[in-house]
């Protein structure tokens, strides 16, 4: 009887040991980022925000600028495409028609190589090195010519937080160096949520993977962003958070990026 005693309280003790244990890491962050808009001031800056990482997703936001200011996209909702037989179709969402607005919501990636396969590579170049945008590189993967189609996908073009941050000061102040309705028309269609306290959070998210050796993708060591700016009372902040995976995860690391960086916003804007 007492060995069984002895054992007992030995698995409620371990029991209350894991409890206490703390959780595993899933993703590490590598920048928090935000800079008010109107004076370019930095109110907070923590990490590494001067390394260049793959854009992801968040590309999107320049490349609806250049699209705009280019003319192939026309509003919110012109062109509507249609989808077709071998685009990209990563997500059942992606398999219907998108137009500017849906290809933004939905991060419809085939959506985006019909507009950088109607720029081309040295218009793009040309907009990226004009908006300070990372490397503006868009050779793609070495010796694969993919460059229209994936060079913003762990691949050749890298941008850093800061020049996130440049980029997007330049599109909500009006200041880049295109047309006012492309920047206007860019910055009604990027997604929308509450950042609580009166806040309004306006955002664009990356998820990505880096490649191994053999093609293939290391799941368990994706980058994710969110990026974009808040807004309240007439005081604007333009922000990019960038995380890390430490361990392979269900959800997209720009997905979760997302979700942390809006839960913390209230308590990192009281500081600012």
């Known amino acids: 009887m007492q060995r069984i005693a002895r054992s007992a309280l030995l698995a ?29 001031r930095t109110v907070l800056e923590e990490g590494d925000c001067a390394g260049r990482v793959t854009p992801a997703s968040t590309f999107k936001l320049p490349l609806a600028v250049m699209g705009f200011d280019a003319g192939y996209l026309k509003g919110p909702h012109d062109p ?23 290809w933004l919501k939905y991060s419809v990636v085939w959506y ?11 218009r793009l170049a040309r907009y990226a090195r004009a908006f300070g945008y990372g490397n503006a590189d868009f050779s793609g993967d070495p010796g694969k010519d993919n460059g229209l189609d994936r060079s913003w996908i762990a691949s050749s073009l890298q941008v850093s937080p800061r020049e996130q941050v440049r980029f997007l000061r330049g599109l ?11 920047m206007t028309l860019t910055r009604t269609i990027v997604e929308t949520r509450g950042g609580g306290d009166g806040w309004t959070i306006h955002g664009k998210t990356g998820g990505a993977f880096p490649r191994l050796a053999g093609g293939g993708f290391d799941r368990a060591r ?36 997302r979700d942390a960086f809006i839960a913390d916003w209230p308590g990192l804007a009281a500081g600012f």
């Not at 985006?112 to 040295?122: P, R, V």
Request: hydrophobic content about 45%; some cysteine; aromatic content about 10%.
């Open 172 to 182: 909500v102040t009006g200041t880049l160096p295109v047309s006012q309705r492309a």
């Open 12 to 40: 409620l003790a371990l029991v209350i040991m894991a409890g206490l244990a703390p959780a595993p890491v899933v993703a590490k962050t590598l920048c928090t980022l935000v800079v008010e808009a109107a004076s370019g």
């Open 80 to 102: 509507v495409l249609p989808f077709r037989d071998g685009y990209v179709d990563w997500l059942d969402a992606w398999k219907e028609p998108a137009d500017p607005t849906r």
């Open 222 to 257: 994706g980058w994710g962003w969110y990026a974009g700016w808040a807004e309240k009372n007439g005081e604007i902040y333009v922000f990019a958070r960038l995380i890390r995976d430490e361990t392979r995860h269900s959800v997209s690391p720009g997905l979760r990026a």
């Open 112 to 122: 985006s190589q019909q507009i950088t396969h109607h720029l081309g590579t040295e």
